[in-house]
């Protein structure tokens, strides 16, 4: 397509053309500032910031907006229309003035401003057109030839560069691909191995690996095997302890006389749950069996054990040496 804007591309009996090209669509579009792209990547951004401006935009003649002099409207852009590969149209709504320079053919050409992407030179943004005869180029200009414009540009770019490294945490040396690089690194799907407070749980650092949380994990279980291993141990020692202590403390209290044999069962089921407390009973209980004797008054043998007491020994679960250790 031939990049020139000829006003009088429509039928002009009579009216000004109602829709204008203001952008052609190409790669790499040869101009003497440089390079330009209309893609479609930049013909969605172009509509895109057209649409989140309310005022419509103005169409100037010459350019004269952007000098600070007085400069009155050619007409006003309502619409942007993207045509694909005939590029970005505007529908305009002209000033008699206007309508009567483009139909005395007076004004045939128009000049678009628009900001442009540094690293791609893809343009961004449309930023208004004028009416002129002595365009730059013979053709669409990308960037207005209006001394500082295009420099304020690069320098506002150049910022938000500079604040784009800040916020990757890159020096402000950081070249374009530097940036690209840290940006797909953020892209790259991040592995939780564990929350925060299960790491501190752990004793280990924020950055600890899956290996190290797990082989933490599995120490901490043998460890934690190991201590149930041996509570058990203890424990069944303990209640072996227990269970002599309440068969010697129950067989002190029969040989003094203060439990009878048929007490005996509840007497050992009572001290193995609470020693202390049958410890108490005995003390306080008064003597239930005459002193010394458990059965009969037969005189023991010289070891201190008859047939009769080793039968009622046995009976009773009292072993051998525990009567004789009480039973002087």
């Known amino acids: 397509m031939d990049p020139i804007l000829i006003l009088i591309s429509k039928d002009m009996n009579g009216a000004a053309p109602e829709e204008i090209q203001v952008i052609p669509y190409g790669v790499k579009i040869k101009t003497p500032k440089g390079e330009f792209t209309m893609d479609e990547e930049s013909a969605a951004a172009v509509m895109g910031a057209f649409a989140a401006q309310k005022n419509q935009m103005v169409i100037d003649y010459e350019h004269q907006t952007l000098s600070g002099m007085e400069a009155p409207a050619a007409g006003w852009i309502t619409k942007l229309i993207n045509k694909g590969k005939d590029g970005i149209w505007a529908v305009v709504e002209w000033t008699e003035k206007a309508r009567r320079y483009l139909l005395n053919k007076e004004y045939k050409y128009v000049s678009p401003v628009f900001s442009k992407r540094i690293s791609d030179n893809r343009v961004l943004r449309l930023i208004n057109v004028a009416l002129t005869n002595q365009p730059n180029i013979d053709g669409m200009v ?20 500079k604040e784009l490294l800040k916020l990757l945490g890159l020096a402000e040396t950081a070249t374009e691909q530097d940036a690209i ?16 407070s299960v790491l501190d749980a752990l004793g280990l650092a924020e950055t600890a690996t899956e290996a190290e949380v797990t082989g933490t994990i599995l120490a901490m279980k043998q460890s934690h095997d190991q201590i149930g291993t041996l509570t058990t141990a203890v424990n069944t020692l303990k209640n072996s302890l227990t269970a002599r202590d309440a068969a010697e403390a129950v067989a002190v209290a029969m040989k003094e006389g203060k439990i009878t044999p048929a007490q005996k069962e509840w007497a050992d089921e009572y001290a193995k749950r609470d020693l202390a407390g049958f410890k108490v009973f005995v003390a306080k209980a008064p003597v239930v069996v005459v002193h010394g004797k458990i059965v009969g008054d037969d005189k023991p043998p010289e070891g201190g054990i008859d047939e009769v007491q080793m039968t009622v020994n046995k009976q009773m679960g009292i072993s051998d040496d525990t009567f004789k250790k009480y039973n002087k």
């Open 142 to 161: 990308p960037l207005v030839n209006k001394a500082g414009y295009f420099d304020n540009e690069k320098k506002e770019d150049n910022t938000m560069f």
């Open 181 to 196: 690089a840290a940006i797909n690194k953020l892209k790259e799907p991040v592995k939780i191995i564990a929350n925060k």
